[in-house]
């Protein structure tokens, strides 16, 4: 994900941080080329770490979306919040191209794990 798409989703996460209470917390994975895990559970109050990770998000190469899709899960389960408001929220052009790739397969890639029917968010 590239150009105008890719700003469009860093300024509506922007806005989303503006509205984070002490309480949230929010975790950036990406997953151009391979899965990796940009910011580790950072509370509301740090809104300015947040938005910084959020600005250094750049896109690149191939998207391993299964890859990423996996370690957002393992993010969100290491940092579950009991009767949180808990969610995986997936920002993406649709181009997966490493990995698991169909649609089919990456539905059956969350509906594997019962835990991750939670967490699902488009």
């Known amino acids: ?3 105008e798409p890719l700003k469009l989703i860093k300024d509506s996460l922007a806005m989303m941080v503006k509205l984070l209470r002490p309480e949230d ?3 950036i994975v990406t997953y151009a080329g391979s899965a990796g895990l940009v910011l580790d559970a950072t509370p509301g109050t740090m809104k300015e770490d947040i ?3 959020l600005d250094q998000l750049e896109a690149g190469g191939f998207t391993a979306g299964g890859a990423g899709i996996n370690l ?3 993010v969100a389960k290491r940092n579950f919040i009991p009767g ?3 969610r995986v929220i997936l920002c993406t052009d ?3 191209n490493i990995g698991v790739s169909s649609t089919g ?3 059956r890639l969350i509906e594997e794990d019962g835990s991750r029917r939670w967490l699902w968010q488009f």
Do not use: I
């Open 1 to 3: 994900m590239s150009g």
């Open 25 to 27: 917390r929010v975790s």
């Open 51 to 53: 938005l910084f990770a």
């Open 72 to 74: 957002a899960y393992d």
């Open 84 to 86: 949180g408001n808990n």
């Open 94 to 96: 649709g181009d997966f």
């Open 105 to 107: 397969d990456l539905e």
